[in-house]
């Protein structure tokens, strides 16, 4: 483990830890992107964002912390894409088009739900994103973040930058509880991204210090994380 590491989980534990012990989310939240009280509230506000009206397409994690704005981005009309979890497909999201769900937004947007009702597609079969919705465990409020360590988040925005679905002009929001958000730095590497919004029950945090990896950061990525996941392993051989 690298110092940077050490320091991002350093990070993750301290907010872990304030966050169950502030009743700001359920005992079980350790090691977990939280599924914090308030995220309801949160889309809601998030709802209100002017950027948020203009998307037409969400790209969300399966994260549970997020399923009030999965949900939303449905009844609100949007297509929504829903990362596979680990990516485990050579098709590492599904596809969830409000006009022809075979379900209500609050089915389609469960991960359960979207394994039944949605269609899994690669980055060549998707549009443009108007709006990224990140998990997180922390955030601070020049836009860096940090999840759970595993990640995914990180990969999936890689890959939609490579295939141009995510470029500057795509909006990237951390929905959190106010818990989450720390003063101070977050250590910060060549494949991190950070937000252009955080969002909590109570405000709008517009972030100053917008920032996206040029793609995947092959150095950074480990044989065995490169086996695990289809869609790399599948680039990797034809490279």
Same mark, same amino acid.
């Given at each position: ?7 991002? #989980? ?5 907010? =872990? ?30 709802? !209100?964002? #002017? #950027? =948020? ?9 399966? +994260? ?60 060549? +079969? ?91 950061? =092959?150095? +950074?990525?480990?044989? !065995? ?13 034809? #490279?």
């Amino acid at each position: 483990m690298t110092d940077i590491d050490q320091a991002k #989980e350093a990070v993750r534990d301290r907010v =872990w830890r304030r966050l169950i012990d502030g009743d700001g989310a359920p005992d079980d939240s350790y090691g977990k992107i939280p599924g914090f009280y308030g995220a309801e509230a949160t889309a809601e506000r998030l709802a !209100e964002l #002017e #950027e =948020w009206r203009r998307a037409t397409t969400v790209k969300a994690n399966p +994260d549970w912390a997020q399923r009030p704005v999965r949900i939303r981005a449905l009844e609100d009309g949007k297509l929504l894409y829903m990362a596979v979890p680990r990516m485990a497909s050579l098709e590492p999201f599904f596809l969830l088009d409000p006009e022809t769900l075979g379900a209500s937004a609050e089915e389609a947007a469960d991960k359960r739900g979207a394994t039944q009702f949605a269609r899994r597609v690669g980055v060549d +079969d998707m549009r443009p994103i108007d709006l990224v919705v990140c998990g997180s465990v922390a955030v601070n409020r020049s836009g860096a973040r940090i999840g759970k360590g595993a990640g995914y988040s990180d990969l999936e925005v890689a890959l939609l930058i490579e295939a141009g679905l995510v470029t500057d002009q795509t909006v990237i929001v951390a929905p959190v509880h106010p818990l989450q958000v720390v003063e101070g730095d977050i250590p910060e590497t060549e494949h991190d991204f950070s937000v252009d919004y955080i969002v909590t029950p109570d405000e709008v945090i517009r972030c100053t210090n917008p920032r996206r990896p040029r793609g995947l950061v =092959w150095a +950074d990525l480990t044989p !065995e994380k490169i086996a695990a996941i289809p869609v790399l392993a599948q680039r990797q051989n034809a #490279e």
